[in-house]
């Protein structure tokens, strides 16, 4: 992935997390059937770690993890929004949650990601944190 895109800010919804991130052109967005997606509505843009800044708030971040631990799941301990990630997929990488974009990436293509069956399709998102 060419990093050549534009930089977007974004945050959780009380205003204590906020970020930046290189979005890049062409961005496409996975929307996951996972039983957490699903329930908290998260839609990823999968980007390398140097394309994402954390402008504030990392004291009001706190962690969740599960099954096998490597998934960082990281929410604003004031509102319980989840803005950004390390990614079981790429662990290597961000995923940054579109809805908490300030603005939403023009040309933003959203495709489905069945993550019910993580195992079998994981290997499908392996590519997104690499930069060329």
């Keep these: 992935m060419t990093m050549a895109g534009t930089t977007h800010e974004g945050g959780c919804h009380c205003g204590a997390v906020r970020f930046s991130v290189e979005v890049p052109p062409m961005p496409e967005a996975e929307?996951?059937?996972?039983?957490?997606?699903?329930m908290s509505g998260f839609l990823h843009l999968i980007v390398p770690k140097r394309a994402f800044?954390?402008?504030?708030?990392?004291?009001?971040?706190t962690t969740y993890t599960f099954n096998t631990g490597v998934a960082k799941h990281l929410f604003c301990r004031t509102c319980g929004i989840k803005p950004f990630y390390i990614p079981r997929s790429n662990p290597d990488g961000i995923d940054v949650n579109v809805r908490c974009l300030d603005v939403t990436p023009d040309g933003l293509r959203i495709v489905p990601f069945d993550g019910r069956d993580w195992e079998a399709h994981a290997h499908a998102l392996a590519h997104k944190s690499r930069a060329d």
């Design 53 to 61: 800044t954390l402008l504030r708030g990392e004291d009001a971040l």
């Design 31 to 38: 929307d996951c059937n996972c039983s957490i997606c699903r």
